[in-house]
């Protein structure tokens, strides 16, 4: 068998990789630089510092991937009797943007921050999004302060929220903030995030275990690989939910906001599932749950990735619902299982600096700003055509990738697994041992979930596609 390609290290490769990323670039517009107003008053931009908690003694500490430096939210956790007391500080965001300025006009262009392997495309200036606006350690920085109890079963018992001034102490990283390395902030992080864990299964939330493909640049090459569930990442993703559920339960209550709302899985698209699993020989008793069966299996089984890729399939739907008013009919997040808003990501997410608005003002008995109410029907679509760009150049980013480290390989045999089989039989999708490819592979009768050995039949960075065929 060949050595596998697994990093693009040549002058020759990285420009290759450049030149298609900045072709990704143009053809999904992926912004450029800020216009010139919209800089001027970021650069002007101060968050008035009248009227907040002044919360810099407490103890924050973020987060965060490597070398993050647009860092949102900064967390502060505590055991209460047999529960918890979580404090999450939020960027104050909005404390910068004049709502109807150029900030605000660039912010609703841009939805979302765009991260591409070698640059991210923010949506908020640098100056902010990684300066004044950032909750860097050791800085007084304006914030939007949670403070929530959990009883002892991971269910909110309290909900407090207001501006603040916070100093965090610390910059974490998930790579490093291991449990084991007997930080007390990790190892209390962990307690509650496995509380949560327990409290979202008992409702009957799901959460796929599935590794993500991810494009890195380090050692002086390109490669692909699979960013697993780090224990740390699934523990703050936890806070972050919990934060949003509460968010979801104040507008419910005062009959406005916005929502993330994702409805149920139809019933026959559960019902072909089962035979999913009968067919890959996953067990599935009748009397126990969807999201028991996910929790239950290992990605690294080829099966069990090949269930979990069908399984993908009813996470579909998912959306922002406005509302002024009554409540709407699909208020729930069917993989949170329970109301859920987007509350803590304003540096990268447009939603949630509106979202934030209308808390504090129902948690302070004050009216809702106008500008916010009047924005609220138009962010649903907004918001989706920003997520739908991001998704695009993240699956063009990964392509372009996978035909660059596969391209001088053409004809040769790798070890894959059947990851999904097409509804006719001609072919499938197969996920290559190594590097983590993914691609179409014609034949037929595909063996689901058992693996397989395939040949490269092209890899066109151009298209950026691969395409196998099986040789057995």
């Known amino acids: 068998m060949p050595r596998r390609p697994l990093r693009l290290r040549t002058a020759e490769a990285d420009a290759a990789v450049r030149a298609g990323l900045d072709r990704v670039r143009a053809e999904f517009s992926v912004p450029g630089p800020f216009p010139p107003a919209a800089l001027a008053e970021a650069a002007r931009a101060a968050a008035p510092p009248d009227g907040r908690a002044d919360l810099r003694e407490v103890p924050f500490f973020t987060l965060d991937p490597p070398g993050s430096l647009d860092l949102d939210q900064a967390m502060h956790l505590e055991r209460r009797g047999s529960g918890h007391r979580v404090r999450y500080a939020i960027a104050d965001v909005a404390g910068f943007v004049r709502p109807g300025g150029a900030l605000d006009a660039e912010a609703h262009a841009r939805g979302v921050t765009l991260y591409l392997p070698d640059a991210n495309a923010p949506l908020q200036p640098r100056r902010m999004s990684e300066g004044t606006a950032s909750l860097l350690p050791g800085r007084d920085r304006p914030a939007v302060a949670w403070t929530i109890d959990v009883d002892g079963a991971g269910r909110i ?29 990790i190892a ?20 796929l275990p599935l590794p993500e493909q991810e494009v890195v640049h380090a050692n002086g090459g390109w490669a692909l690989k699979l960013r697993g569930d780090l224990a740390t990442e699934a523990w703050n993703a936890q806070i972050s939910l919990l934060t949003g559920r509460a968010a979801a339960r104040l507008m419910l209550a005062g009959g406005v906001g916005l929502l993330r709302t994702m409805p149920p899985a139809p019933a026959e698209a559960v019902a072909r599932l089962r035979l999913a699993a009968r067919a890959l020989g996953v067990a599935w008793p009748a009397d126990t749950s969807y999201g028991d069966i996910v929790r239950a299996l290992d990605p690294a089984v080829p099966r069990h990735a090949a269930f979990l890729h069908d399984a993908a399939g009813l996470m579909r739907g998912a959306g922002y619902t406005a509302f002024d008013g009554a409540a709407p009919g699909q208020a729930a997040h069917a993989a949170v299982a329970a109301p859920y808003a987007h509350v803590t990501a304003p540096i990268r997410r447009l939603a949630d600096r509106y979202a934030t608005e209308v808390c504090l003002a129902l948690a302070a008995g004050r009216p809702v700003p106008g500008w916010v109410r009047e924005a609220l029907p138009g962010l649903p679509e907004a918001m989706q055509r920003a997520l739908r760009r991001a998704a695009d150049v993240d699956h063009a980013c990964v392509d372009l990738v996978e035909a660059l480290l596969l391209r001088e390989h053409v004809g040769e045999v790798f070890d894959a697994v059947v990851v999904d089989v097409s509804a006719d039989r001609s072919g499938g999708r197969v996920q290559l041992v190594a590097p983590p490819v993914f691609g179409r592979c014609e034949g037929p009768d595909l063996p689901l979930g058992e693996q397989v050995k395939v040949r490269l039949e092209e890899a066109d960075p151009a298209r950026r596609r691969v395409r196998f065929s099986r040789t057995e």
Do not use: K
Not at 170 to 183: E, M
Not at 189 to 202: F, M, T, V
């Open 188 to 207: 209390l992080l962990g307690e509650i995030g496995e509380r949560l864990i327990a409290a979202e299964a008992a409702r009957g939330g799901v959460s």
């Open 157 to 185: 018992t309290g909900v407090d929220v207001r501006r603040a001034v916070v100093r965090s102490r610390a910059r974490l990283d998930y790579a490093t903030a291991r449990h084991d390395d007997g930080d007390p902030r």
